[in-house]
Every structure is written in C-alpha cells, then in structure tokens.
C-alpha cells in the first residue's frame, strides 16, 4: 500500500499505451509516487508480443512503425535504445489480384493513387480512363466532411481502385477496409488537401504525396517490441496487478477500482488504457456518455500464423503480398520477415494474417486449420510446398479499432464525458499504431500533471 499523502496513480491495461503511461508518469511526477497497473493477462505488452520461433525473435503482434513519425525513435533514443532501431531492406510488397501478383502502385497515400498510369495492369482500361477523366467530372466537397473511404474513392476513381489498390493496404493496417475506414483516418492529409480547396480527388492526392525522403519508411525493434516492453516496465518502476478492474466510482480521496476479485484500489488519478470494448464496463456507472461513446466504435479480430520454413525456401525478393478480395486465398496480408528486414537466422521467418471486420474467422478457426491454411496459402502464392520446422498462431480478439466515417466526434465524446482526474489512452483515440498509441498516452498523462 502506499505511504500516507503518496501521489497514487492506477493505470488499467497492459499495453504499450498503459506502459507508456506508466513510464511517462514516472518522468513527470518523480521517484515518489505510486504507479500500480491493472491487467489480468499472463503477459504485458497487449498486441505487441515477441515470440522465438526458429531460434529468432518474430514480432507477431505488430511489427513495424512508421519510422518518419517522431514517437517512437525519439522514445527509443531517450530509453538508451536508438541502437536497437533497425529498417527494412528495401524490398517492395506485392499485391495479389484476380489470380495473379502485382507490383504495390507507386505514388498512392494508402493505395489511393495521384495517376491512373500507376494502376495499369492492376485494373482494367476503363476504370484508368474514368480515372483519367475525374479532373473534369463535376465535384462537391464540404470542408470537414469524412465520408467512408470506399464512398469517395469509388465515385471518383471506381470500384475496381477500391478493391484491388486500397483495401488491401487498409485490410493489412486495420483488418478492416475502405467501406469501414473514414478519409480523414486514411488519408488525412487527403482530407486536408480537400479542405483547403483541391478541385478535384485526383488533385488532392498529388498534393498529399509526402516529399521523397531518405531512409526506410518503416522500423522495427532488433530483438523485437519486447526489449522496448522490458525497458518501459523497468524504467517505470510499476507494481502489477494481475486483476482485472470491472469498476471505478468516486471515493473519500480520489478513485477506487474495484477489481473481480473482490479487492479495492485507490488512486489520486487513473489511465485506462483498455481497448474500446473493455471501456464501458468500467466506467458505465461514472461516465455514462463516455461509455456509450465508446459502445459505437466497431472493432475487428485478427490471427496471425507465424512460421519459420527451412533455409533457402525460395521466396520471391518481396517485403509481402497484400491480397485484394476474398478469392481463394483466406489470408489478407504476408510478411516475408527475413526478406523485410534481413535473415537473422538460418531459417526464413513468414507471418499470415487473417481476420477482417465483419468476420468471426480469428475467434472461431482452429490452431489446426489455419496452419492448414497457412500451407495451402503459400502454394497458391508461391508455388512452394514445405514443411515448417516451427510456427506459432497468436490471435488478437476485438483488438482492431474500425476508424469509421465520424469517428472523432466519437472520441471527443469518450474524453468530453471523463470527470477531471480520469483520462484515457489507447489505439482507438486518435490513430492505430505504436507511434499514435504512444501519443495518445503522452496525451493522457499531460492532461493528469496539469490537472
């Protein structure tokens, strides 16, 4: 228990938003204040989890962050970590479309494309001639507006661009795809460019293209996002708890959760860090708007099946194959992890995910099947046969946050309803990813010192 007058924060949830937290705290409010986290998992980290497979390490939770966002590098190199920051090879994905592999487009922000020449081949001479005409088709736009990715691009570029250029960018990101996804989660630089006056789609997207940088646009951990976890729960100095909180009202000083075992924790000022689905059980009694805020963001489960195939399994020189539409293939996204980021082993590291919004495939599918699966998947892509000589299958249940048409005015509503002293974090507010994640908790503890 804390000493009398000791500042005492709880933070619920055991990922890299609550861990973050944590560590953030601790920079913030010093050595002499109380950090306890609340979790229930056997493990903390949330979808970020490093297995051994093969005698490597293979992330097979996420596995990359946007390298050009500041977050991460920056967390790294204040941990004493920069060192561990590696980029991919260079090698490209691939798209997998009506039976056959496809270079990835050029010159798309998140598949939707800024000329029609960079989706020949990919879709047939009619959508490029109905993209080529879009500058001069008539076309509205309300500063402000977030229609659903698949509403805009399919007006304006057809439904072909939809299918097989962005939902298989935003299937493997998401587990969702352009009809679950808004413009201004997508692409909101898109969106800007819109706002600020583009007069057309085509337009917008020539003006949302990044300027071309140096260095890989992608990162990883060397050793995996468990030596960041280790860091962060090291540097934090938190106790744990491996309960799990299904309240927290008002107390004499503070808060108090109550945990499902009975047990009681104060706190000056907590962090829930919980996916949006966990939300509302906790919160339904002292925030009732928040927690049906919170109730209307849709969420997504994932599977992946990791392998290790023997040495010298000849796999094209690719980063991964996206896979557009629900052909015969049931994997959405490969990773060829050795090809991304450079073979660490003897043996060649591959990840399937599987999973889309709308699906029960990641709850409902055995172990045995989706190695299956993952086997039959392989041939149909590579035409390649072999026995792995390890795998694992993790899967990530209602982990996906779906970033629907509105979907800000959502989270305003889940923070606007918070009393002072309880604030939130998480892939769910503002952006998937480590680096959004990582802000949101920055966000949240600011808002705890300030207040």
Request: overall charge neutral; glycine content about 12%; some cysteine.
């Amino acid at each position: 228990m804390s000493a009398p007058g000791r500042q005492r924060y709880c933070i619920v949830g055991g990922g890299i938003s609550g861990l973050a937290a944590a560590y953030r705290l601790r920079v913030a409010a010093g050595p002499d204040v109380s950090i306890t986290l609340l979790d229930p998992a056997d493990r903390l980290g949330g979808v970020l989890r490093t297995e051994r497979l093969g005698g490597q390490p293979l992330d097979v939770g996420a596995e990359a962050f946007v390298a050009r966002r500041p977050e991460v590098p920056a967390l790294l190199n204040e941990l004493g970590l920069a060192g561990k920051q590696i980029a991919t090879t260079g090698a490209r994905p691939l798209i997998y479309s009506e039976g056959r592999l496809h270079q990835l487009p050029k010159d798309t922000v998140n598949g939707i494309p800024s000329r029609p020449s960079a989706l020949t081949g990919l879709v047939d001479d009619a959508t490029v001639r109905w993209m080529l005409e879009e500058p001069r088709r008539p076309f509205s736009w309300r500063p402000g507006a977030d229609p659903s990715v698949a509403d805009l691009v399919g007006d304006r570029f057809g439904e072909q661009v939809v299918v097989r250029s962005v939902d298989p960018l935003l299937a493997g990101v998401y587990s969702g795809s352009a009809a679950t996804i808004g413009i201004r989660a997508a692409a909101p630089t898109v969106a800007a460019a819109l706002d600020g006056g583009a007069q057309c789609l085509t337009q917008a997207v020539v003006a949302a293209l990044p300027p071309p940088q140096p260095g890989s646009v992608f990162g990883a951990i060397d050793g995996g996002y468990q030596v960041l976890i280790d860091e962060l729960v090291r540097r934090s100095g938190l106790e744990w708890a491996q309960v799990a909180v299904r309240g927290l009202r008002r107390a004499a000083r503070g808060w108090e959760l109550l945990d499902d075992e009975g047990g009681r924790w104060g706190a000056d000022a907590v962090v829930l860090a919980v996916p949006a689905p966990r939300l509302p059980a906790v919160i339904a009694d002292l925030a009732p708007r928040s927690a049906a805020a919170a109730r209307r963001i849709p969420v997504a489960s994932a599977a992946v099946v990791a392998l290790a195939l023997p040495g010298g399994t000849p796999l094209p020189e690719q980063s991964g194959v996206l896979v557009a539409g629900r052909g015969k293939l049931h994997t959405k996204a490969v990773t060829l992890s050795s090809r991304k980021w450079g073979r660490r082993g003897s043996s060649e590291l591959v990840r399937l995910s599987y999973g889309r919004f709308g699906d029960d495939l990641a709850r409902s599918t055995g172990d045995d099947e989706l190695l299956m699966w993952a086997g039959q998947d392989l041939e149909t892509l590579f035409g390649i046969s072999v026995e792995p000589v390890d795998a694992r299958v993790a899967r990530w249940i209602d982990a996906m946050p779906q970033y629907g048409p509105g979907h800000a005015e959502l989270v305003s509503e889940v923070r606007a309803g918070l009393p002072e002293g309880v604030v939130v974090a998480g892939a769910y507010l503002d952006g998937i990813g480590v680096p959004a994640c990582l802000a949101s908790a920055a966000r949240a503890v600011a808002a705890l010192v300030v207040a």
